[in-house]
């Protein structure tokens, strides 16, 4: 089978480094700085994470994004040839839903392919469930589930609903 780059977004903070480094099989690639500016974490992506994962005998490539605005323009160059998407946004920060909203439909605009929004954080209550999510940013249910993208088993639920979906 051939493998399938699938992108993983959201905004800052939303567990896209985190998710990678926790599935991949391989050594991850990341392009970590100090943060510039006060974004709420020490170190933020600037141009891209990148790792391996095989889920039975589907070879998945995953690329993560930088969260801020200001590198969007790897938005574009990253989605490039992407089979799926997975857009995180943090469960315990709704302030950052509508960029969240913003960006899936800015990247599904540009790339229509099968998608799932990942609500990360979910092993931290209070935090908004995937049902209150998807209500919120107008999406299937079916399309949001909830994920601790530090603990693998959980991380790779969003996965495994994208494989679904396409599939």
Known sequence: MEPLKVVVSGPVGAGKSTLIRTLSETEIVDTDAR???????DLTTV????????????LLYLFGTPGQERFDFMWDVLTEGALGL?????GDRP?????????????LSQRPVPYVV?????????????DEVA????????RV????????ASAVGP????LELML
Not at 35 to 41: D, F, H, N, P, Y
Not at 47 to 58: E, H, N, S, V
Not at 86 to 90: A, C, D, I, K, S
Request: glycine share 8%; hydrophobic share 35%.
């Open 35 to 41: 943060a510039s500016e006060a974004i709420g974490k």
């Open 47 to 58: 141009a891209m994470d990148y790792g391996t994962l095989r889920l039975d005998d589907q």
């Open 86 to 90: 997975v857009l995180l946004v943090r």
């Open 95 to 107: 302030q950052d839903f509508p960029q969240a909203r913003r960006q899936l439909d800015y990247l």
């Open 118 to 130: 990942g609500v990360t954080r979910q092993d931290r209550p209070p935090v908004w469930g995937p």
């Open 135 to 142: 209500l919120y940013l107008g999406q299937p249910p079916e």
């Open 145 to 152: 589930v909830g994920l601790n993208a530090t603990e693998p």
């Open 159 to 162: 996965l495994l609903r994208l």
